[in-house]
């Protein structure tokens, strides 16, 4: 049963439809690896056992009823901690959600689950999805499953070791600068941010509205295509969704490229970037080179300013989103005698980077200095969306790498913020400016995963894929961790 642990979502759901397996099997399948495994990874915050064989048992009565099934139906699934689920914990990985439930089901997860998919539990992440390594988790160190002794990324970074270590077969995490992708990359899956508008944000813990993205992390692309197609589309309760309608974007996995033009800014080639991971996006462009694309260096010159420009607006909206965690509403509440106390006792269990994402939040929109801080970051964003406009008008797609190394030690970064950041800086331009964009595995330095980041204009989910997808078939790597084979 562990070799079904590798397999992709759309191999799983042949199986399931052929009656090789069963939903609960399966099931029960990825539950005895969380078991047997996530002592040691940390993937998961909550696992949710009994919801998911329920679940699972549901699918197979459908399916030997004859009656319609979704086609996610029986697929074991994790979600990332910051979406709502309807009465099982939901933390974000902060203590001041310790305990809570929440009422009501994020819409993507909604959408999952009418898809037929098998709930197997909530994922560790950065507090408040703050961070690049999921070490700003209150509650546990996860690990990343090629080196254990490494950090997975963040801030989805249980989402993402979950799928590589086969303890979920697909996940979802959010991403406002990078958290899909960079920890898709560091773990060897495939990361999709959609374009902002794309998914439906009700039910997502807020961290910065105008940036968050809901997606899929994954086995392959394929299913990220799969996975996508169930939880995009316009949602009535969130009223950014874009009334885009959805494709069927499996079919635009062509493998196809001829024809195909690639912008490759330099700016994420250059001296931050490490030379072996640059030399791996190369050569897979290289690939579809071969093969009729055409590739030209490029330039998008605002990118330099794109990082200072997301602290600004992230944490401005950050300090606002987390105003509402005052100890009445939610969670955790702290003893005091008078109101005030509570609130600063309760606020007190933030942890440092969201104390300090809030205080630099704060300072930036404070009167007087909004114009000097906030407002220009919101200039500078608006000349990063028009220099991505300029380069679309020429190139169908941009190629960079999704991170500028491959995963650091745990504790590698934790006292430097400043480091931290550095590891978004191909993955921050993107949210700026709104736009889809493809965490995929490409290579290997020193025998941990690199990743390729395709960037798209917007609503082009189908090309992203399609590029994805033919570098996928091109290079055909074995993505199974040891953390897992040793296991299996
Ligand atoms: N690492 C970035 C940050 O800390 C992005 C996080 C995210 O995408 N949620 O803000």
Redesign the pocket.
């Known amino acids: 049963m562990d070799e079904l642990c590798y397999e992709p979502v759309h191999r799983l759901a042949q199986r399931l439809a052929a009656g090789e397996v069963s939903a609960r099997e399966l099931t029960q399948a990825f539950l005895d690896r969380i078991q047997a495994l996530d002592g040691t990874v940390g993937a998961y915050l909550t696992v949710t056992a009994e919801l998911a064989l329920r679940q699972a048992r549901e699918e197979d009565e459908r399916r030997r009823r004859g009656e319609p099934v979704g086609p996610l139906s029986g697929i074991p699934v994790a979600v990332k901690d910051n979406l709502c689920i309807q009465g099982v914990p939901t933390t974000a990985a902060s203590r001041l959600l310790a305990g809570y439930r929440p009422p009501y089901t994020a819409t993507a997860v909604q959408r999952l689950r009418r898809a037929g998919a098998v709930i197997l539990g909530k994922t560790n992440m950065?507090e408040f999805?703050?961070?690049?390594s999921t070490e700003n988790s209150a509650f546990r160190t996860t690990r990343n499953p090629w080196d254990l002794e490494r950090v997975p990324g963040?801030?989805s970074g249980g989402s993402a070791a979950a799928v590589a270590a086969g303890e979920a077969a697909a996940a979802l995490g959010?991403?406002?600068?990078?958290?899909i992708r960079?920890p898709a990359a560091f773990c060897g899956v495939v990361g999709l941010k959609p374009t902002y508008g794309r998914v439906s944000r009700y039910g997502l813990i807020a961290?910065a509205s105008s940036l968050d993205q809901i997606g899929p992390l994954t086995r392959d692309v394929t299913d990220a295509a799969l996975v996508l197609e169930a939880i995009a589309g316009p949602d009535p309760a969130d009223a950014t969704s874009a009334p885009v309608p959805v494709p069927s974007w499996r079919e635009s996995l062509t493998g196809e490229v001829k024809g195909l033009r690639i912008g490759l800014p330099r700016e994420f080639f250059g001296d931050a970037v490490e030379a072996a991971v640059a030399g791996a996006v190369r050569a897979a462009v290289e690939r579809l080179v071969a093969d009729g694309a055409t590739a030209e260096e490029t330039s998008l010159p605002s990118a330099e300013h794109a990082l200072p420009a997301?602290y600004l607006i992230?944490t401005a909206e950050a300090s606002s989103n987390l105003a509402r965690y005052d100890g009445v509403r939610y969670g955790y509440r702290a003893d005091a005698d008078t109101v005030e106390g509570m609130y600063l006792e309760t606020r007190k269990q933030f942890g440092a980077e969201v104390k300090r994402r809030i205080l630099l939040g704060t300072f930036a929109l404070r009167e007087g200095y909004a114009d000097a801080y906030y407002r220009k970051a919101l200039q500078v964003r608006r000349l990063i969306k028009d220099d991505f406009d300029r380069l679309f008008a020429t190139f169908d797609v941009l190629i960079t790498p999704t991170s500028p190394g491959v995963a650091f030690p745990l504790g590698a970064r934790t006292e430097d913020p400043l480091a931290m950041?550095a590891?978004?800086i191909c993955t921050?331009p993107v949210?700026l400016a709104g736009l889809p964009a493809v965490s995929v595995p490409c290579g290997f330095v020193d025998g941990l995963p690199v990743g390729l980041q395709v960037i798209g204009r917007p609503f082009a989910e189908d090309t992203v894929l399609r590029v994805a997808y033919a570098i996928e078939q091109r290079l055909r790597l074995d993505l199974r961790p040891p953390v897992g084979r040793v296991a299996a």
């Open positions: 950065d999805a703050m961070g690049s963040g801030s959010s991403d406002t600068g990078g958290s960079q961290f997301y992230a950041y590891a978004d921050l949210n």
